[in-house]
């Protein structure tokens, strides 16, 4: 039995609807389900049968709309949806430009992305974070950091007491555990290329999170931790922030100037390896060096 696992890694994909406009279609940060197909069938198409599982850090749609659900999920149809292990992020569910609150885009989340979750109490607000053997010996937990009317994100009381208990209990003890989440949590997430009102980018309660990493990482009996996180649009892999801890932020699927995707193999032990590690071509290097000079710090 192999003792490593491949990972297809999507997040920020913005699937905005058809006749919708928004400035994040612009500047190119999103596409509609027409713009996104070809593009996105490709990319899965290409790791079926590699990646054991695609997993997909939140922002699938760009205002948490029906219509957006809908060519999401279109383009998705063919593909088995225990493939997929999947987030919320704030446009899906807390963007600051749209009309609906969580009462509205938290069981929206749920019920349209049913297939792709868990099984779970889809009805309830207890449902995330979710918890998934993903066999070989590794595990993940899926959280929702998202909160109401702001691009900032929050893990919260009931969310880190169960992240403790994934850490520290006796369920998946001897497992290499991946934690999946939509906001960034170590690095600089005041910087993008999208638009947004400026109320914060980053996970207000990090410290507290990164507290119970380093615990699990000192503690954690060598079989390592991996957190899985998008929103910045930015690629990014940290081995050495905190050892024993690997941080990977995923780049937007959604953008036509970063990277598309991320892909890596971790192995039981924590062992970490970029598949795609100069994914993005030089044009797209250059625009992104040349954006620090000439895109202001923006919101999204």
């Not at 999946?180 to 690095?187: E, K, N, Q």
């Not at 690997?246 to 062992?271: L, Q, Y």
Request: proline content about 5%; glycine content about 10%; charged content about 25%.
């Amino acid at each position: 039995m192999s003792d490593s696992l491949t990972l297809l890694l999507l997040s920020d994909i913005h699937c905005s609807g058809a006749r919708r406009f928004t400035f994040g279609r612009m500047i190119g940060e999103s596409r509609t389900a027409a713009e996104l197909r070809d593009p996105l069938t490709a990319l899965l198409d290409s790791f079926k049968g590699r990646a054991d599982f695609a997993f997909i850090a939140g922002d699938t749609t760009d205002h948490g709309l029906e219509e957006e659900y809908d060519g999401f999920l279109s383009i998705i149809n063919g593909y088995d949806p225990a493939w997929f292990c999947i987030v919320p992020g704030n446009h899906d569910i807390s963007n600051v430009n749209s009309p609906n609150l969580r009462e509205i885009t938290v069981p929206r989340f749920k019920n349209r992305m049913r297939a792709l979750l868990p099984p779970g109490e889809l009805d309830s607000d207890e449902y995330f974070p979710w918890v998934r053997d993903l066999g070989r010996g590794f595990a993940a937990l899926g959280l929702d950091s998202t909160q109401e009317r702001t691009a900032a994100g929050r893990i919260g009381p009931r969310q880190l007491e169960r992240v403790r208990d994934f850490l520290k209990g006796d369920g998946f003890r001897n497992h290499h555990k991946i934690i999946l989440l939509h906001h960034d949590v170590t690095g600089g997430s005041d910087y993008f290329s999208g638009f947004e009102i400026p109320y914060g980018n980053g996970l207000t309660d990090n410290e507290e999170f990164l507290a119970l990493l380093a615990g699990h990482a000192r503690h954690g009996g060598g079989r390592g931790l991996t957190v899985i996180t998008g929103h910045t649009h930015h690629k990014r892999l940290d081995t050495d922030t905190m050892p024993g801890v690997n941080f990977v932020n995923t780049p937007s699927f959604g953008s036509r100037f970063e990277h598309d995707f991320s892909a890596i193999e971790i192995t039981r032990h924590g062992r970490i390896r970029d598949l795609f590690p100069d994914a993005a071509p030089a044009r797209v290097r250059r625009f992104k060096t040349l954006g620090r000079f000439f895109v202001p710090r923006m919101k999204t």
